[in-house]
């Protein structure tokens, strides 16, 4: 079998994801607002339920908004690599070489990576369908065909939030309309392609809630632990993990400190500058903070 073809086809099958998430949103774009609640915004006579349209509306736009503008960021920021010319020299001036143990600096424990010939930092792995090392790997995602590393993996999470919480949006909004799909389909009250966008964008959308509530319980789990995909088969049974800092500092050190930017798919100044984690260079350990 041949592995770099396997991995060439991931990147492939990459930009058929992208394509994918946006023929989803427009499914539901249509079955949601154009189909269901607008005409409803538009044409009810009783308050409140224009009232309910318009804030369904709304808050669907919203959040397809943060949606795409995280998906959008993750997928264009480089999760990070290891710098060109990235070396540091052991006590005694002997430079780090394939073989070598680690290195315990301003960088805690360096590695060394064969395919790229290359010392790296610590919790640095490589990919190989984007064929380097990258910073802080959490994991290659097909659907955003890049990595999840040091710089991204925030907007990652975001992505997942919004996604979870706008297909979770559609499910309930779309479900009156489901539940009634039966009786106009015998009664033939409504046009066949309406009820088949509406059945389609149901079924894919409780498909995506069932499946993203895993992995957001799951990241949110590994968030809380200060912990990536490929490191949960790292840690050493119940010894604490080096970099476990506590809740409230492992989550700083993947959305800042700044409150305001914390649900936004970017960082503050001060954070990029302050917090070097997200960097993906150097990480703090609780033997740094433990008295």
């Known amino acids: 079998m041949n592995l770099f073809r396997f991995c060439s086809g991931l990147k492939v099958l990459g930009y058929f994801m992208i394509l994918l998430v946006f023929a989803v949103v427009a499914v539901s774009y249509y079955a949601v607002v154009v ?9 009810s006579s009783h308050g409140a339920l224009s009232a309910l349209a318009c804030l369904i509306i709304s808050l669907f736009h919203f959040l397809l908004v943060m949606l795409l503008w995280s998906y959008l960021t993750v997928v264009f920021t480089d999760p990070g690599s290891v710098p060109e010319h990235f070396r540091r020299e052991l006590g005694g001036g002997e430079s780090l070489e394939a073989g070598t143990s680690t290195d315990q600096g301003a960088f805690g424990s360096l590695g060394y990576c064969p395919k790229c010939r290359n010392v790296k930092p610590p919790r640095c792995h490589h990919c190989s369908v984007c064929q380097r090392c990258v910073l802080k790997m959490d994991h290659h995602c097909v659907w955003i065909v890049n990595c999840v590393g040091a710089r991204n993996y925030k907007f990652f999470l975001l ?17 009156p309309s489901f539940i ?5 389909a015998m009664k033939h009250s409504s046009s066949p392609g309406k009820l088949a966008s509406l059945v389609l964008a149901f079924v894919l959308n409780l498909a995506f809630v069932l499946s993203l509530l895993c992995f957001v319980i799951m990241h949110l789990s590994l968030l ?6 490929v490191e949960v088969h790292e840690k050493n049974g119940d010894v604490r993990w080096k970099y476990d800092l506590g809740k409230k500092k492992n989550f700083e050190q993947v959305f800042g400190k700044k409150k305001a930017f914390w649900l936004l798919p970017l960082y503050s100044k001060d954070d990029l500058h302050s917090i070097t984690s997200l960097q993906g260079l150097e990480f703090p350990t609780r033997s740094d903070i433990d008295p």
Do not use: G, R
């Open 35 to 43: 189909n269901t609640w607008w005409p409803i915004l538009i044409e």
């Open 159 to 175: 992505f997942l939030l919004y996604t979870f919480l706008e297909t979770m949006l559609d499910v309930v909004v779309l479900l």
């Open 180 to 184: 009634k799909f039966f009786s106009q």
């Open 224 to 229: 809380s632990t200060n912990t990536t995909s």
